[in-house]
C-alpha cells in the first residue's frame, strides 16, 4: 500500500518522505498552517497532530466566571474540613515535639539572616529615602494623636482593672513542685549532654566587622598596659626563684671562673720563676725568720741577729767586672764582737744559670656562647618605642625570651642590638 501526504494526499516517495504527527509528509509540504512557513523537524510545533511555527502556535486562554453558590458552598465545606483535619492532627501531635538547643551551624546561620535583613532593610530604607516628604504636624493632627493616646491609655487601665480581681495566687501542689522538679534535671542532663557532643568539635566562622574592631582594641589595649607596665618596672629589681637549670648554669660558671683564673695565676707564677734577672734586681732570697726558741745558748752565746748582721763580710757584685769584691770585715769604728763568736767565712755571690725562655703552652680555645633560642625573621620591621629592636629579613635573632603574648625579647645577631620584637614577624629555627 503507497503511503499518502496529509497535506496534499499524493504519493510519498522514500527518499521525499518525512513522518511526524502519525502522518506522511512532503518535505515541501511540511508548512505552517497559518503562514505557510516550511518547517523541519526542529522548529515545527504540533496541535491537534497540524504543524505550526512558533509565532502561530495557538495558546489556551482561561475564561473568569462567577462562582455559583454551590462552588462557593463547596468551597466553604472544604476550608472547614481541612481546619478540623489541621486542629485534630495539631492536637495528637501537641505532646510529641521536643526542644533541642540550637546548634553552632543553626546559630551562625540566625545570626547570617539577621544580618541580612538588616542590610535589605537599610538597602530598602535608603532607596525609598527620598520619596517621603517630612511635614510638620498640623494643630488637628497633634490633637488627634493625643486623643488616640489618652483613650488607649484608658482603654488600657480599663480592661487591666477589670481583670485585676480575677487572678488567684496558689502554692504550688507537690504534682507541680515534683513537675518543675524534674523539668529542671531534664533540662540539666540535656544540657550536660549538649555540651559532651559538642566538647570536642570546633566550628570556624567568618570574622565579622566587630569582631575584627574588638580584636584590634583589645590588641592596642593590651599594648598600652604593656608598655605602662614596663615602664614602671623599668627601674626595679624582681627576685625570681632559681630553678634547677639555672642553678646549674650557675655552679657551672663558677667552676669555669675558678679554673681560668687558676690556670691563668700558675701561668703567671711559673713566668716569673723564669725570669733571669730576677735576682739581680732583687738581691738574694731573704730566709725566713725563726722563732726564737731555736737559737740555742751553747751556739749562740752572746751573740744577736743584730751583731750577727752587722760582723759578717760585705759583698759586693759588679755586673761590669763580673767577680766578688770582698770588703773589710771589720771596719773602723764598728762595736767589736763578743767572744765565742766566730765570723763565718765570706760568701760570693753566684748568679742564678741562664734559662731559655719557654712560651706557654696554647690554651685551648674557649666554646663560643650559646646562643639560646634563634628565630629568623620572616618581614621587616622598624621600631617603634625607645626599648624595641629593627630588623630585616632574614635576620637571625639570637638569645629569644618570650615575654607576653605576641612580644618577646631578643638581639638582632647582625647589629647587635637587643630588645623587644613582635613574635608573629619571626618563626623559630632551633
Not at 204 to 213: I, W
Not at 242 to 268: F, G, W
Not at 363 to 374: L, R
Not at 378 to 406: H, K, M, N, R, W
Request: charge should be neutral.
Amino acid at each position: 500500500m503507497s503511503k499518502k501526504c496529509a497535506k496534499c494526499e499524493k504519493t510519498v516517495y522514500p527518499t521525499e518522505e518525512l513522518k511526524c504527527l502519525d502522518k506522511f509528509w512532503h518535505k515541501a509540504c511540511f508548512k505552517c498552517e497559518v503562514c505557510n512557513m516550511t518547517l523541519n523537524m526542529k522548529n515545527y510545533k504540533g496541535y491537534n497532530k497540524i504543524p505550526y511555527c512558533n509565532v502561530h502556535y495557538p495558546t489556551t486562554s482561561f475564561t473568569a466566571v462567577a462562582d455559583t453558590p454551590e462552588n462557593q458552598r463547596i468551597k466553604q465545606n472544604t476550608k472547614v474540613q481541612s481546619n478540623v483535619q489541621y486542629h485534630s492532627e495539631f492536637e495528637k501531635q501537641k505532646g510529641a515535639y521536643t526542644q533541642v538547643a540550637d546548634t553552632p551551624d543553626m546559630l551562625r546561620h540566625q545570626q547570617n539572616t539577621k544580618n541580612i535583613s538588616l542590610i535589605e532593610y537599610h538597602r530598602n530604607f535608603e532607596e525609598s529615602k527620598s520619596q517621603f516628604t517630612c511635614v510638620t504636624d498640623t494643630p488637628v493632627m497633634k490633637t488627634q494623636l493625643t486623643n488616640t493616646k489618652n483613650v488607649s491609655l484608658i482603654e488600657y487601665h480599663k480592661d487591666f482593672e477589670k481583670s485585676k480581681s480575677k487572678y488567684t495566687q496558689v502554692a504550688d501542689s507537690p504534682e507541680i513542685q515534683k513537675y518543675l522538679q524534674n523539668t529542671k534535671n531534664i533540662s540539666l542532663i540535656q544540657y550536660q549532654k549538649d555540651f559532651t557532643d559538642s566538647k570536642g568539635s570546633c566550628y570556624q566562622v567568618p570574622d565579622t566587622v566587630e569582631m575584627l574592631t574588638h580584636r584590634r582594641n583589645t590588641e592596642n589595649v593590651s599594648r598600652i598596659k604593656y608598655h605602662a607596665d614596663f615602664e614602671k618596672m623599668k627601674g626595679k629589681k624582681l627576685t625570681v626563684v632559681d630553678d634547677p637549670e639555672t642553678m646549674r648554669i650557675k655552679q657551672n660558671t663558677a667552676i669555669q671562673s675558678q679554673v681560668e683564673y687558676h690556670k691563668v695565676k700558675d701561668q703567671l707564677n711559673e713566668m716569673e720563676i723564669r725570669r733571669p734577672d730576677r735576682e739581680a734586681r732583687e738581691g738574694p732570697a731573704r730566709p725566713q725568720p725563726g722563732k726564737i726558741s731555736n737559737y740555742e745558748p751553747e751556739t749562740n752565746t752572746g751573740g744577736t741577729p743584730y751583731s750577727m748582721r752587722n760582723s759578717q763580710a760585705r759583698v759586693v757584685y759588679d755586673s761590669n767586672i763580673g767577680k766578688d769584691m770582698e770588703g773589710p770585715g771589720v771596719q773602723e769604728g764598728d762595736p767589736e764582737p763578743p767572744r765565742g763568736y766566730q765570723a763565718p767565712p765570706p760568701q760570693s755571690y753566684q748568679p742564678p744559670p741562664q734559662q731559655s725562655y719557654q712560651p706557654p703552652p696554647p690554651q685551648p680555645a674557649m666554646p663560643p656562647p650559646s646562643e639560646g633560642m634563634v628565630c629568623k625573621a620572616l618581614y621587616d620591621y622598624t621600631s617603634a618605642d625607645v626599648d624595641e629592636v629593627s630588623f630585616q629579613e632574614d635576620d637571625l635573632i639570637i638569645q629569644c625570651q618570650p615575654i607576653d603574648e605576641g612580644w618577646m625579647e631578643g638581639t638582632v645577631k647582625r647589629t647587635g642590638q637587643r630588645g623587644m620584637l613582635p613574635s608573629n614577624y619571626v618563626e623559630p629555627v632551633n
